[in-house]
């Protein structure tokens, strides 16, 4: 049986401010409705290395979700953060700063990392997906052309893979695609299905 199928008995939740995780559920034909985003904080233990942040936020924002779940309810939060030399590239607080995270990523390796959990009443499920991207080496002119036109100030690293400077920076990536937009559907997918099998 298709995972949406399987679904008709639930009533699948995403909590999230992200349009780019809206869409992406609805072009992979999974049905849900949106929930009340989580207002948690995003703060996490200094331990964490950065590829464990993204899951223990997606708990956090599962566990500050407001309303109570219903039975057949299963609930979606998810984080994403972007890794350059083992730290974590923030979202850009203006266009100055948008302009020095594109600087410190062009021409190098970086990691993405999202963490999603799924949770209904007496289960919980948490899994991370990580992506590599290589920008080549990016002009200023370049950098401040897509900060202007596009101001990516609500992304973290300051850059929408999905928009032009996807098209024109991005050499190659290491992994899922759309983990890199916000939520790694390939994953997801798995994920779901098993956790509904589960019971």
């Not at 062009?106 to 999202?114: C, D, I, Q």
């Amino acid at each position: 049986m298709l995972l949406h199928e399987k679904l008709k008995d639930y009533r699948l939740i995403l909590a999230s401010h992200s349009p780019r995780r809206r869409q992406l559920l609805r072009d992979a034909g999974i049905p849900y409705m949106l929930g009340t985003p989580c207002e948690a904080e995003e703060t996490y233990p200094p331990s964490l290395s950065p590829e464990q942040i993204p899951a223990f936020l997606s708990e956090r924002k599962s566990e500050a979700y407001p309303e109570p779940l219903r039975e057949n309810d299963i609930l979606i939060t998810a984080d994403t953060v972007v890794c350059l030399e083992g730290k974590v590239l923030g979202k850009p607080k203006d266009r100055e700063d948008a302009v020095r995270i594109l600087n410190a990523l062009s021409g190098k390796r970086h990691r993405v990392v999202t963490g999603a959990t799924l949770r209904k009443p007496g289960k919980k499920h948490t899994f991370s997906v990580s992506t590599d991207v290589y920008f080549r080496p990016l002009t200023g002119e370049e950098i401040r052309y897509y900060v202007n036109r596009y101001e990516p100030f609500d992304k973290a690293g300051a850059y929408g893979i999905q928009e032009w400077i996807g098209y024109v920076g991005i050499e190659r990536i290491e992994g899922s695609f759309y983990n890199v937009m916000g939520l790694p559907v390939q994953q997801l997918y798995a994920e779901l299905d098993r956790f509904v099998d589960a019971g």
